[in-house]
């Protein structure tokens, strides 16, 4: 029997909040809760792991919601782990291979592209599908990256509306700038879909539409529509331009945390780091922390970027911050400890999370969350709460 480890055995751990992850569905829910929900959980689960999300998602789906993956193997991971609930394919099938695949697992699936439309068209008169599908037509509305243009919408709506083996159509596309909110590119977005739906002739009021991502759900309402699709929101993280999550209410699911693994002082006019590019200005007490980039943390970020240290004084716990100081290396960074005069070695450090969100130290790296989620490597250990 395998015993069960705990964060005392790790040298970098991420604690995944699962209480927080589905906290945060339901306030995108509360935004207008009669709109149905493809809940994001891509790239597993934007890294925080597409299953033990799914799985703890699972209970707040309503009849009609979804899970939205990008690719047919990430569907079929969610399968395979048992996983019963409608996936959709936001990136739709690549070969006629992916798309027998789709109709045989009943994928609800995203059409982009007329040569898409042929595959479907081909497989739906061949009789593979074993029940009608739900296919969402993806409409090129100012984005420019995937998508229909207006005549090719046409041509895909009047080919399969009505459809035998098409069991529902929704009509769906995706914002650009919706992290603006002072850009009139959304409302231009909206314009383009609502005369593309006009000049086919399709009465919006009967229609399902699927526009808002995390960004519009919370400052575009007028684009709620019928569907919402939460993404990088669900896992705490800053949708708007400039904001952390927490200023929206949203809770931290990842807390990414190391540990200090060595305590030093260094004199004044010393550097320290590769490159010796960090002089110490004075006499400096500094810390060494045993995560890098080869555990995901961004090599790019700058001297400063702030992390937690939380020590122990007389049984309590002392959170204070401290600023990278140096390069980050594959496997350790330094921080600078003059404001933590408690620092120890053995002290846990939390590099994003919990008092510190993801989108500040995003900023500092010049990125966004989305990418510190996603890249953090197989060397730490999750540990869901």
Known sequence: MTAIRT?????????IDLQALNSNLALARSKNPDCSVVAVVKANGYGHGAVPVSKSLRSQLRDGDCF?????????????????????????????DELEVVAAHGFQCVLHSLYQLESLLKICSGGVSPEPLVIWLKVDTGMHRLGLGPEEFAIAWSALHGHAAIRKLVVMSHFACADDATSPATGRQVAVLQKTLHDTNIDIAKMEISLAASAAILIWPQTHYQWLRPGIMLYGGAAVIGENGVDRGLRPVMTLRSRLIAVKTVAAGEAVGYGASYICDKELRIGIVSIGYGDGYPRRAPAGTPVLINSRRDGNIIQQRAGLAGRVSMDMIIVDLAGCEHAAIGDEVILWGQGLPADEIARHCDTISYELFCQVTPRVHYLYE
Do not use: K
Request: hydrophobic content about 55%; cysteine-free.
């Open 68 to 96: 939205g993956v990008a690719t047919i193997e990430e569907a079929l991971e969610l399968r395979r782990a048992g996983i019963t609930e409608q996936i959709l394919l936001l990136e739709g099938f690549v070969t006629a």
């Open 7 to 15: 964060a005392a055995e790790f040298r970098a751990w991420a604690t």
